[in-house]
């Protein structure tokens, strides 16, 4: 509400207060305009590693912030992507500084591993049988 230039209602699909009203109810979910409204206010690049495309969306790249944390994305849900050492002793990473390209190579391989393993779901084009009436239905919108 408060950046009502850089989140209009052509950005949001709907006017300011009816999107806040709306995403602020427990049934909905997050999406890209989360993350780029995450990234804005805690000044922060967000990497979302899509492991249906292999991608890297960086939001917040535009920003030049000096630290970078990233998200995987299945296709319906967003985890948070760490970095365990291999020494115990050794703290988890979490954030990175933006000026690391390794670990955005490191980033693509686990995508790349994510859906050479068939870890996403694609939601316009999944198969599901009803219960029911046993009707083979495909994606989404038919489910």
């Known amino acids: 509400m408060s950046d009502p230039v850089n989140f209009s209602e052509a950005f949001l699909g709907k006017t300011i207060n009816a999107y806040c009203q709306w995403i602020l109810k427990?049934?909905?979910?997050?999406?890209a305009?989360?993350?780029?409204?995450?990234?804005?206010y805690f000044n922060v690049e967000i990497a979302v590693v899509d492991t249906q495309s292999c991608r890297i969306d960086?939001?917040?790249?535009?920003?030049?912030y000096k630290e970078r944390i990233f998200v995987i994305y299945d296709g319906i849900h967003?985890?948070?992507?760490?970095?365990e050492p291999l020494e115990p002793s050794q703290s988890i990473?979490?954030?990175?500084?933006?000026?690391?390209?390794?670990?955005?190579?490191?980033a693509m391989e686990i995508a790349s591993e994510a859906k050479a393993s068939r870890q996403n779901t694609d939601v316009a084009?999944?198969?599901?049988r009803c219960l029911v009436c046993q009707k083979l239905l495909s994606g989404q919108t038919e489910a």
Not at 33 to 40: A, D, F, K
């Open 33 to 40: 305009i989360e993350i780029s409204i995450l990234s804005q």
């Open 26 to 31: 427990p049934d909905f979910w997050g999406g």
């Open 93 to 106: 990473h979490t954030v990175f500084p933006t000026s690391d390209a390794a670990v955005l190579g490191q």
């Open 78 to 83: 967003y985890d948070p992507l760490i970095m």
């Open 125 to 128: 084009n999944f198969s599901i």
């Open 58 to 64: 960086r939001f917040g790249e535009d920003k030049y």
